[in-house]
């Protein structure tokens, strides 16, 4: 079995940075591709942020110049730094990645997801 588990979510209000962590366990046997997306209230979800295992970046318009993406293959962790917050970043933010598992297919697993609130 695989689980990500999001934390770093809250309440901020806006202009201010939450840095949010999803961390992979299991039995993983490597990580390609991850990334973190959002969905907002009466929203589709939309994917935020991406990034390679060889660490090449990309990012929805919207959030450009604002959230960073990162990870530490190591710990099988991804990042996502938030900075500028606006109240229309307020959504359920979600990570996922793309796994391996010893006799399994690529697969593509999704964490429960942080609630991110921005608001004065």
């Known amino acids: 079995q695989v689980q990500l588990v999001e934390s770093g979510g809250g309440l901020v209000q806006p202009g201010g940075s939450l840095r949010l962590s999803c961390a992979a366990s299991g039995s993983i046997f490597s990580i390609d591709a991850m990334g973190w997306s959002r969905q907002a209230p009466g929203k589709q979800r939309e994917l935020v942020a991406a990034?390679?295992?060889?660490?090449?970046?990309n990012y929805a318009d919207s959030v450009k110049g604002r959230f960073t993406i990162s990870r530490d293959n190591a710990k099988n962790t991804v990042y996502l730094q938030m900075n500028s917050l606006k109240p229309e970043d307020t959504a359920v933010y979600y990570c996922n990645g793309k796994i391996r598992r010893v006799g399994v297919p690529l697969s593509d697993y999704w964490g429960q997801g942080t609630q991110v609130t921005v608001s004065s």
């Open positions: 990034i390679t295992s060889g660490g090449s970046t």
